[in-house]
């Protein structure tokens, strides 16, 4: 198995990715974290967090997650079941020969 060299750029940005997940899971499950996280904005121009026309990066990310987890499981359940058809199909089934006695292929020698 060959492994190839990893750029420490590429692993700077799964990390940084892993941390935005993060930080998007721990604002969307404290609703107290997500309304610090608005407190700066001006109150007229944005809809407030506890509304349900509230639209932010948390919260479209805590809608999608339910919509992902249920990919994602369709996608495993597609694969479990694909695995099983390979399975059934991997069988050999010997076939019985054309023929018991095959003929001859020149006439009997005299």
């Not at 692993?11 to 608005?38: D, Q, Y």
């Not at 944005?46 to 919260?59: L, S, Y």
């Not at 479990?80 to 003929?103: F, S």
Request: a neutral charge; hydrophobic letters at 55%; proline letters at 6%.
């Amino acid at each position: 198995m060959s492994r190839r060299a990893e750029h420490p750029l590429f692993r700077l940005t799964a990390w940084v990715a892993v941390l935005c997940v993060f930080a998007l899971t721990v604002f969307a499950a404290s609703p107290e974290l997500h309304a610090r996280l608005h407190a700066g904005e001006v109150a007229g121009q944005t809809v407030p967090v506890g509304d349900a026309d509230h639209v932010c990066a948390v919260t479209l990310f805590a809608s999608g997650v339910t919509t992902l987890l249920v990919f994602c499981l369709l996608l495993l359940g597609a694969l479990l079941a694909a695995g099983m058809v390979l399975r059934a199909a991997d069988e050999i089934v010997a076939a019985q020969p054309l023929y018991r006695l095959v003929p001859s292929h020149a006439p009997p020698s005299a």
